[in-house]
């Protein structure tokens, strides 16, 4: 059944909002920019700035542009997005990389609805430039390539722009670009980890969750003390993961015990034990759900102290050890993909093919010694 116009400004209406005055600069920010001075290097050919703009805005569809557009690509995320069942966190991220895209369109003068295949090839460029790999670029323009599908969809454009523009090639395997850890490094790393504090009891059970359960730090952020059900001699998590996708995640005893001892911690601390599992211990946000980027804190300072932090390595190479460990113990592809809550096979496939090029080297077929 087609939207009525009410239903479509209702959506808008919720937030998801891209409505024009949530996108735009303002008028100090986006005209005293102006066009930046240099040039892009587009399809090999040397490009100025000022030439991308072959249709300079005006000040005020600069300032304020073309609601329609904004208010079409708010519908598309409510409707049509994860079919109609986007994350908050997704909306968040959809709606960060337009606003990312209307200001680089800004600051080159370019209203965004009248952009062309050549400026999306310069800000492909312009990311290049800023040293983003081949992925992130991607990801990036997949998320501008659907906002013009927006437009396309409610006829407000004739043309994507975006379409099959994509990030650059990336020839790295999947498994080689992955970091995980070996089962003394996280032997090591627990160690580190105090046993009998309040922020120790804690720190333990979020580590064991992610390098022993390979939950994502999204997943252990979501966690609440409901989600932990026990029945007779079987416990098990609840985790909600990507999409609200829910799936169960059996936990060892040992797992288990960490959480209880946390719980109990937290009953002497006279912290809450309904509602989110992990919460701050400061002052400022005490007994409040811990972030993620406080359960990248937690995991960095562990890192840190046993030398094994490094630039990309966080949370998700818990999971990633999880993984590779998982594996090479003789875990079955399927039994871990239902555990990592993978929806393809193929992804969690990586972790087999890293294991295979580590434990199948060719050269320790040759039997000649150094």
């Known amino acids: 059944m087609a939207r009525s116009d009410s239903q479509n400004s209702r959506a808008v209406g919720l937030g998801v909002g891209l409505g024009s005055s949530q996108l735009s600069l303002s008028p100090e920010a986006a005209l005293g920019a102006g066009a930046r001075s240099g040039a892009l290097e587009v399809r090999g050919e040397v490009v100025a700035v000022d030439e991308l703009a072959y249709e300079p ?60 295949r050549r400026h999306i090839e310069a800000y492909r460029e312009d990311l290049k430039e800023r040293g983003l790999n081949v992925s992130t670029r991607s ?43 070996t089962g003394d490094a996280l032997m090591s790393l627990f160690n580190r980890v105090p046993a009998n504090t309040l922020s120790g009891s804690r720190d333990r059970a979020i580590v064991a969750l992610m390098a022993i359960h390979g939950l994502r730090r999204i997943e252990v952020h979501r966690l609440n003390h409901s989600d932990v059900v026990v029945e007779g001699d079987s416990a098990h998590l609840v985790v909600t993961g990507k999409a609200n996708k829910v799936r169960r995640v059996y936990l060892r005893s040992d797992t288990l015990s960490a959480i209880a001892t946390y719980a109990n911690a937290k009953q002497e601390a006279a912290l809450p034990t309904a509602g989110a599992l992990f919460v701050a211990h ?4 005490r007994g409040q759900r811990l972030s993620r980027r406080g359960l990248n804190l937690v995991v960095d300072l562990y890192l840190s102290e046993t030398s094994l932090k490094r630039a990309g390595v966080s949370c998700h190479a818990l999971r990633h050890t999880f993984g590779t460990l998982a594996v090479e113990g003789g875990a079955g592809l399927e039994d871990l993909r239902e555990a990592m809550g993978h929806s393809d096979i193929e992804s969690t496939g990586v972790y087999a093919r890293a294991v295979a090029r580590k434990t199948n080297n060719p050269s320790n077929f040759i039997d000649v010694e150094v």
């Not at 069942?85 to 600051?107: L, N, S």
């Not at 396309?152 to 975006?162: G, Q």
């Not at 395997?173 to 850890?181: D, I, V």
């Open 282 to 285: 400061g002052n400022r946000a």
């Open 139 to 181: 990801h990036k323009l997949s998320i501008v390539r659907r906002f013009y599908e927006a437009a396309l969809k409610h006829e407000l454009i004739d043309v994507n722009p975006a379409a099959r523009v994509n990030g650059g090639k990336d020839t790295t395997p999947p498994e080689e670009k992955m970091h995980s850890f």
């Open 57 to 116: 805005a005006s000040e005020e569809a600069l300032v304020h542009g073309p609601r329609d557009i904004y208010e079409a690509f708010a519908v598309f995320l409510q409707v049509d997005v994860a079919h109609g069942g986007a994350t908050e966190d997704t909306i968040k991220a959809y709606h960060r990389e337009v606003k990312y895209w209307v200001e680089w369109c800004q600051r080159h003068r370019i209203a965004p609805e009248k952009a062309t």
